[in-house]
C-alpha cells in the first residue's frame, strides 16, 4: 500500500507571494491533517480535513488556508508569505479521524 | 503553554539496553496518545499508541506505559539498536464533545542516540 505524499518535496518562494502544497493520503484514508514544524516552536497542527470538510484549525492565521478533494486528496495553500513562514510542512492521513496519523514525507519550504 | 512536555532534549543509551523515553502532559482532555519516531529531512514515522482506557500497550521492541493520575506516558524500547538513533516525539489528541478528535499536540521530542 502506498504511504502519504507530498508534493513538491523542496520549495523556495520569495516573501508576499503565495504557495499551494499537495498531500495525497493513503488509499481508503479519509482525513489528511497539517502540520507546520519549526526549529523553534516544533510540530504544530494547522488544519484537519474529513469528507472535503475542515473539522479543526489550530491556531495560524487566515494566510493558511487547505481544502480536500472528493477523493481525498488535499492541498494547503499559505499567501502572502512572509519569512517565518519557512518550514518544514508535513501531511498526515488517518482512516478516520479518530485514530493513528501516518505521515508524509514533507514539504521543505523557505520563503527569502 | 506546552502542553505535552518533553524534558529531555537528548538521551544516550548503549546497545542492548532499556530506552526509556519520557512525556508528561497538563491537559486532562487528551485521551489517546502516540508515539513517532523522526529522521531528519522526514516525516514522523507512527511507532505505537495507546488510548486512556488502558495503562500499558506493547508492540515488538517497544512499550508503552500511561499513568494518568501523574498524567505521565513513556516508551520503553528493549533491546535499543543502533538504528533507533533518531528523535522520538510523543503526541497527544482530545476527543471533541461534538464527535471526532481534535489535532495532534507534539512534545517538542527527544533526540535518542543509541551508543555501540
Known amino acids: 500500500k502506498a504511504g502519504v505524499t507530498q508534493t513538491p518535496r523542496y520549495l523556495i518562494k520569495t516573501r508576499g507571494q503565495q504557495v499551494t502544497l499537495s498531500c495525497s493520503p493513503i488509499?481508503?484514508?479519509?482525513?489528511v491533517s497539517w502540520y507546520q514544524q519549526t526549529p523553534g516552536q516544533g510540530l504544530q497542527f494547522l488544519f484537519e480535513?474529513?469528507?472535503?470538510?475542515?473539522?479543526n484549525k489550530g491556531n495560524f492565521p487566515g494566510r493558511f488556508s487547505g481544502r480536500q478533494f472528493s477523493n481525498s486528496r488535499s492541498e494547503m495553500n499559505v499567501s502572502t508569505l512572509e519569512l517565518g513562514d519557512s518550514a518544514l510542512y508535513l501531511c498526515?492521513?488517518?482512516?478516520?479521524?479518530?485514530?493513528?496519523?501516518?505521515f508524509g514525507q514533507g514539504t521543505r519550504l523557505t520563503v527569502v | 503553554d506546552q502542553q505535552v512536555k518533553q524534558n529531555s532534549p537528548s538521551l544516550s543509551v548503549q546497545e542492548g539496553r532499556i530506552s526509556i523515553l519520557n512525556c508528561d502532559y497538563t491537559?486532562?482532555?487528551?485521551?489517546?496518545f502516540l508515539w513517532y519516531k523522526k529522521y531528519p529531512a522526514e516525516g514522523p514515522t507512527f511507532l505505537i499508541s495507546?488510548?486512556?482506557?488502558?495503562d500499558k500497550n506493547e508492540d515488538g521492541r517497544f512499550t508503552v506505559f500511561l499513568n494518568k493520575s501523574a498524567k505521565h506516558l513513556s516508551l520503553h524500547i528493549v533491546p535499543s539498536q543502533p538504528g533507533d538513533s533518531a528523535v522520538y516525539f510523543c503526541?497527544?489528541?482530545?476527543?471533541?464533545?461534538?464527535?471526532?478528535?481534535?489535532?495532534?499536540?507534539f512534545g517538542k521530542g527527544t533526540h535518542l542516540i543509541i551508543q555501540p
Open positions: 495507546i488510548s486512556s482506557i488502558k
Open positions: 503526541a497527544a489528541r482530545q476527543r471533541l464533545s461534538g464527535g471526532g478528535a481534535d489535532g495532534l499536540t
Open positions: 498526515a492521513s488517518s482512516a478516520s479521524m479518530n485514530t493513528e496519523a501516518f
Open positions: 480535513y474529513f469528507s472535503e470538510t475542515q473539522r
Open positions: 491537559n486532562s482532555m487528551f485521551d489517546y
Open positions: 488509499s481508503g484514508h479519509r482525513s
